[in-house]
Nanobody, 117 residues
Framework: VQLVESGGGLVQTGGSLRLSCAAS????????MSWYRQAPGKERELVAG????????DYTDAIKGRFTISRDNAKNTVYLQMNSLKPEDTAVYYC???????????WGQGTQVTVSS
């Protein structure tokens, strides 16, 4: 199983980035997909998730209204559109896959997002 994130980079405050996570080696449609982030010196936190079946989404309060998670089951890819970025959004962003029915989790290697003030 591989989860490969891309799309990170350096952006100014107020800018936008779109992260992608391409999954392989798993039955993508059976996995809930999530984005997490970890800032220096802080614990990894859940940012957003999208369910496997109906595609329902949930977000942490800090990014509601600014970030949008979506998935394309035909492309085995999950996205995170990030708008109105703030310096406090600076972190390594990780893609996670959680099987909806059995205890099975996978992580990507992470992609760095840096927001300059």
């Amino acid at each position: 199983v591989q989860l490969v994130e891309s799309g990170g980079g350096l952006v100014q405050t107020g800018g936008s980035l779109r992260l992608s996570c391409a999954a392989s080696g798993l039955t993508f449609r059976l996995y809930r997909m999530s984005w997490y982030r970890q800032a220096p010196g802080k614990e990894r936190e859940l940012v957003a998730g999208v369910s496997s079946a109906v595609g329902s989404t949930d977000y942490t309060d800090a990014i509601k209204g600014r970030f949008t998670i979506s998935r394309d089951n035909a492309k085995n890819t999950v996205y995170l559109q990030m708008n109105s970025l703030k310096p406090e959004d600076t972190a390594v962003y990780y893609c996670g896959a959680t099987h909806e029915y059995v205890r099975q989790n996978y992580w990507g290697q992470g992609t760095q997002v840096t927001v300059s003030s």
